[in-house]
């Protein structure tokens, strides 16, 4: 798949959410938008996009704001403005074994993390590795909140990923590191929070901002940014469209056959395989294939799971039309009426593995959780007189 070129002068263009965004524009204007906001949706469908460009829009001089004229929009369109500080979840760097070298080496690896943004921000994300928004990053959070703005009326503090703010559940450091500022933010500083998984974060961060849900965008939309932004042609612009299910940051693994959420479909599919199998020592060995470390980098195997028992249902009620891997249609069927599925055996299935997420969440031995996982998805979608 080729895509076109582009310049760090040339960011993709917003999509999207227009309704949503001239709400939130009347609001920054009107100086009634909370400076601690929520933004919570499904992964990849703008939350992040959506943060730094509220924060464009509040630091815009131009009109109409964002005018993507002024220094101000210029400098945020090209990730450098000083008073927008995108944090984001990261891997540990290794060496860090004092909390100033591990803040160190968390601000080079972020300043190095904008400059890829930077070179190509049409990037798909690698959803695999274990990642976090670490202790030390909160502190300088915290300590450049309570400085004066560098060239603006205010400053924003973008957090990615909150969820990330909670490693572990035992250890709520990051997250607690927060809570007064998110309680009674400095004059000039505002904060916005993006998570996947809001329901992760502690009670206390969420009832400290205003929620706001961004949903999913429409596949034609989605396939209209992949053609534009992207240069795909229309037939796989449109299969990688309703793959994502109204994300781009997901369709955008997906043009590439060869990319991490390519592979984690197949793999969810094998897995899909091997259930519907029901041979228990093929599923103790898919599990045993699995590294005994890393459980939160499965998180998105699991949801391409999900989808594909999501489609073996849609299947089985001869919903083809509700299919989203459409191009395995025939093992859809053909399984459904053999293991003779029905509507609640699939909801339990699905019920299942939303709890082996959690458990990943919590960075449980994958081997364990995923062979308790199979062996029970196996128990759910197999015929009651199989059992």
Request: with cysteine; charged share 25%.
């Amino acid at each position: 798949m080729t895509r076109r070129a582009r310049t760090a002068a040339a960011p993709p263009r917003f999509r999207g959410h227009e309704d949503l965004r001239a709400s939130l524009g009347r609001a920054l204007s009107r100086g009634t938008l909370p400076a601690t906001v929520l933004i919570h949706g499904m992964p990849g469908c703008g939350k992040q996009s959506l943060a730094l460009w509220l924060a464009r829009t509040r630091l815009c001089t131009g009109d109409p704001a964002p005018c993507d004229q002024c220094r101000s929009c210029r400098l945020a369109l090209r990730l450098e403005h000083p008073d927008i500080h995108w944090h984001f979840s990261l891997t540990r760097p290794k060496g860090s074994h004092s909390p100033q070298r591990l803040a160190e080496l968390l601000e080079t690896a972020r300043h190095e993390r904008l400059a890829e943004f930077r070179r190509e921000p049409l990037r798909a994300e690698d959803g695999t590795g274990v990642k976090g928004i670490y202790l030390a990053a909160v502190l300088d959070i915290r300590k450049l909140a309570h400085r004066r703005p560098a060239m603006s009326r205010e400053q924003f503090f973008v957090v990615g990923n909150a969820e990330h703010l909670v490693p572990q559940e035992a250890s709520p450091e990051a997250a607690n590191a927060l809570l007064k500022l998110l309680e009674e933010p400095p004059d000039g500083s505002r904060f916005i929070l993006t998570s996947s998984r809001a329901g992760s974060l502690l009670d206390t961060i969420r009832s400290r901002a205003l929620p706001i849900h961004l949903p999913p965008l429409s596949t034609s939309e989605v396939a209209a940014f992949l053609q534009e932004e992207c240069g795909a042609e229309p037939e796989p612009a449109n299969q990688a469209a309703s793959l994502s299910q109204g994300s781009i940051g997901a369709a955008l693994g997906y043009l590439d056959a060869d990319g991490v959420a390519s592979r984690e479909r197949d793999q969810a599919l094998a897995l899909l395989r091997t259930i519907a199998g029901g041979r228990r020592a093929d599923s103790y060995k898919a599990a045993l294939d699995f590294r005994p470390a890393g459980a939160r980098g499965l998180l998105d195997l699991l949801a391409s799971l999900q989808l594909w028992i999501r489609d073996l249902g849609a299947a089985a009620l001869g919903r083809d039309d509700r299919v989203v891997n459409r191009g395995e249609l025939p093992f859809l069927r053909e399984t459904a009426r053999r293991l003779n599925i029905v509507p609640h055996r699939i909801a339990h299935a699905v019920s299942q593995v939303e709890e082996a997420r959690m458990l990943a969440q919590a960075n449980v031995n994958p081997q364990l959780f995923m062979a308790s996982l199979l062996l029970a998805l196996e128990d759910a979608l197999k015929p009651p007189a199989a059992r």
